[in-house]
């Protein structure tokens, strides 16, 4: 996953007012120097910052729109992207402390903030000076191709955030922006709640069976063992717990999240966002809430992004079968849906003889690191320098990127603690862009592994800190002029590709060779073990498809049912069985936990974005293979200009067909996922 920095939101009551002190600047307004100064950041400056920088950055909008000269490129579009830094800075560093650093503290100012931060967005999409202007240069087709597609994005943006509506519509417009955003912020927090107040807790050694020694350990509190409800543990336990009595408990509980009734439960909240989505799209003239969310998409259009669905959905239900039938033939007893992982392991290692942990200690956090590092440096050139800055714990490393000079810096904030969003994703501190002077990009890569003295990965892990790291690249590498249209900031259903392409590089044999290192005998990982991980790298992918699609189409279709009641207990049942899911698997998130859908507009009628995406993710890593040397040096250099470095300043597809000559197809994938076409 890769989250883009978010502005979600009690009372600023609880914490203690920033004072300062005559003179002195608030260091969240100082630009970074070069670095991020967060030895110098407190909590209690954000209401400060928050403040200052959305007056310095209304009065830039003001100038801006209010001039007396005739709109043109420079004075609208140009100054347009060279205002706001303060206030995106700032918005930027809160990210970092809603995404890491979470407390009741972070938690007060952002449900205090966040229907503020919505109200700032409306009043400049809606100042109707501004959007003349823009309208006005994007219709003269001014400039290069680059400062066209500017004058698209800023055009287009604007107006499907409700430039074009009258004042008593705009007004309607704003306060569903602004209730939405209680509602994201109110649904992220009760995911939150149940996922750390929520746990089940072993007196008795008895219910640790079958785990291995390294989770026990990792479990262990004050002569008990705890299971917290969130996916890294609740998966672990799923896969190898013997006791199939607490792996239904343990299920039950992970699965639940949002939906225990009580003070917690999202079902209500969902309903009411959906309800507010579809109005809100309808406002804007569009038929529904997906129409709206995928105009300005590679996909364009929902009926594309269904079609594809539609498409994987059948061969991964077929393969499901097949393995429900081998796991059957093990368990003796129908597969429920917690026992898939349990059993799935057990046919992993029968049928391809392959242990999750005999993979483990060859996947060290800190060699695998120097894979990432390696892996850069072969396709694009870039080399690593581990600097000094300050950074919020002292277990964050900073790095220089440099290749013939600087490129930019990357944060490494591997380990899970309180207050820090599960999962993993990439978000830039600073987007790069070369309009008014050059700036490099600052990007930073999170994940959540439990904190030891030797850190070893599960393969998946390993898979994922190469995806996430792909997304850093995409950052880095990064030419554009204007930051609105650099980096990562592309098409949702285009963001996820170069990640997805660099998953690829863990199993190339130059990075298992050299990177995937025993912890205690220092050898390389055995060539037959490589072999067994390449066979064994369709397995069970039937399951992962269908919950990740079940999800998918689950999500599409809440949001093409337009302005209706929806109870989502109800429609996800109704849906599912409609779709004939397989009784032995459930969505990958449920609905009252599908924080993708739920905590932003974020992935909403956008989760089919991570299919699409490695559709074209596979597609393109054929062209290196087809060379037989995955780090080719002159399809990199054509993957490094065509896609890497155009961030969105050309349509997706159009930037897919420079670096492939042709569009993708579905076979790639097909193969990829050992599914039959
Ligand atoms: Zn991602």
């Known amino acids: 996953m890769r989250r883009r920095t978010f502005l979600a939101g009690l009372s600023a009551a609880s914490i203690a007012p920033f004072v300062q002190a005559k003179g002195a600047v608030n260091p969240l307004l100082l630009p970074f120097k070069p670095l991020p100064a967060f030895d110098r950041y407190k909590v209690s400056q954000f209401p400060d910052a928050f403040k200052q920088s959305m007056t310095s950055y209304r009065a830039e909008i003001a100038r801006i729109a209010n001039q007396k000269a005739a709109p043109t490129f420079e004075n609208t579009l140009a100054a347009l992207e060279d205002s706001g830094r303060e206030y995106n800075r700032v918005s930027i560093l809160f990210g970092v402390y809603t995404s890491t650093m979470n407390d009741k503290s972070v938690q007060a100012l952002e449900r205090e903030w966040s229907?503020?931060?919505?109200?700032?967005?409306?009043?400049?999409?809606?100042?109707?000076?501004?959007?003349?202007?823009?309208?006005?240069?994007?219709?003269?087709?001014?400039?290069?191709?680059?400062?066209?597609?500017?004058?698209?994005?800023?055009?287009?943006?604007?107006?499907?955030?409700?430039?074009?509506?009258?004042?008593?519509?705009?007004?309607?417009?704003?306060?569903?922006?602004?209730?939405?955003?209680?509602?994201?912020?109110?649904f992220s927090q009760n995911q939150l709640t149940d996922e750390e107040e929520q746990k089940i807790v072993f007196d008795s050694k008895d219910d640790l069976k079958g785990l291995p020694q390294s989770v026990v350990d990792s479990m262990a509190e004050n002569g008990k063992w705890v299971l917290r409800n969130t996916r890294s543990a609740m998966e672990t336990f799923l896969t190898y717990s013997d006791r199939r009595d607490l792996r239904e408990k343990a299920f039950k509980l992970w699965s639940s999240r949002g939906d225990m009734g009580g003070k917690t439960d999202n079902n209500q909240v969902v309903a009411d966002i959906l309800r507010l989505r579809a109005r809100r799209a309808k406002l804007l003239g569009f038929p529904t809430f997906a129409h709206w969310r995928l105009e300005n998409s590679m996909a364009k259009t929902p009926e594309a992004a269904m079609k594809l669905m539609m498409q994987v959905w059948p061969a991964a239900k077929a393969r499901v079968a097949e393995e429900v039938k081998d796991m059957q033939a093990i368990a003796g007893h129908e597969i429920e849906p917690w026992d898939y992982r349990f059993y799935a392991e057990k046919v992993r290692k029968a049928k391809y003889d392959l242990d999750e942990?005999?993979?483990?200690?060859?996947?060290?956090?800190?060699?695998?690191?120097?894979?990432?590092?390696?892996?850069?440096?072969?396709?694009?050139?870039?080399?690593?320098?581990?600097?000094?800055?300050?950074?919020?714990?002292?277990?964050?490393?900073?790095?220089?990127?440099?290749?013939?000079?600087?490129?930019?810096?990357?944060?490494?904030?591997?380990?899970?603690?309180?207050?820090?969003?599960?999962?993993?994703?990439?978000n830039e501190y600073r987007t790069q862009e070369n309009f008014k002077k050059p700036v490099a990009p600052i990007v930073s890569n999170n994940s959540n592994f439990a904190k030891s003295k030797q850190v070893l990965l599960s393969f998946d892990d390993a898979e994922t800190m190469f995806h996430e790291f792909g997304h850093a690249l995409h950052g880095l590498n990064s030419k554009a002029h204007y930051p609105m249209l650099a980096g990562t900031n592309v098409a949702r259903d285009f963001v996820e590709f170069p990640s997805q392409m660099h998953e690829n590089f863990l199993t190339t044999p130059q990075v298992l060779s050299q990177f995937a290192i025993h912890a205690e005998t220092g050898k390389p990982m055995p060539?037959?073990?490589?072999?067994?991980?390449?066979?064994?790298?369709?397995?069970?992918?039937?399951?992962?498809?269908?919950?990740?699609?079940?999800?998918?189409?689950?999500?599409?279709?809440?949001h093409l049912a337009g302005d209706v009641d929806i109870d989502p207990r109800e429609f996800e049942k109704k849906t599912l069985s409609e779709l004939g899911m397989p009784k032995e698997i459930i969505m990958r998130h449920r609905i009252p936990h599908f924080g993708h859908l739920f905590s932003s507009d974020g992935y909403a009628a956008g989760?089919?974005?991570?299919?699409?995406?490695?559709?074209?993710?596979?597609?393109?890593?054929?062209?290196?293979?087809?060379?037989?040397?995955?780090?080719?040096?002159?399809?990199?250099?054509?993957?490094?200009?065509?896609?890497?470095?155009?961030?969105?300043?050309?349509?997706?597809?159009?930037?897919?067909?420079?670096?492939?000559?042709?569009?993708?197809?579905?076979?790639?994938?097909?193969?990829?996922?050992?599914?039959?076409?």
């Not at 109707?128 to 500017?150: C, H, M, T, W």
């Open 607 to 677: 989760y089919y974005s991570y299919l699409w995406s490695e559709v074209l993710a596979h597609d393109a890593y054929e062209a290196f293979e087809e060379t037989g040397n995955p780090y080719d040096p002159t399809v990199s250099a054509s993957f490094r200009k065509n896609i890497m470095e155009v961030g969105n300043t050309l349509d997706p597809a159009q930037a897919y067909r420079n670096f492939r000559g042709r569009d993708a197809t579905i076979d790639a994938l097909l193969k990829a996922r050992g599914f039959s076409k």
């Open 527 to 558: 060539d037959e073990l490589v072999a067994k991980i390449k066979r064994s790298s369709t397995f069970n992918q039937g399951f992962s498809t269908t919950e990740f699609l079940a999800s998918a189409i689950v999500d599409m279709k809440l």
């Open 357 to 426: 942990n005999e993979i483990k200690p060859y996947f060290q956090l800190d060699k695998l690191k120097g894979g990432l590092f390696y892996m850069a440096k072969q396709l694009y050139g870039f080399d690593f320098k581990k600097e000094k800055a300050p950074t919020l714990r002292d277990d964050i490393e900073v790095f220089e990127v440099t290749r013939q000079g600087h490129i930019g810096d990357w944060y490494f904030d591997p380990y899970a603690r309180n207050g820090k969003s599960s999962g993993a994703w990439m």
């Open 115 to 186: 229907p503020k931060f919505a109200a700032m967005t409306d009043e400049v999409v809606q100042n109707d000076k501004l959007f003349r202007r823009i309208e006005a240069v994007y219709k003269s087709k001014f400039g290069n191709p680059e400062q066209q597609r500017l004058a698209w994005v800023y055009y287009n943006q604007f107006v499907l955030q409700g430039a074009r509506l009258n004042p008593a519509q705009k007004k309607q417009l704003s306060e569903y922006n602004q209730k939405l955003a209680g509602l994201y912020t109110k």
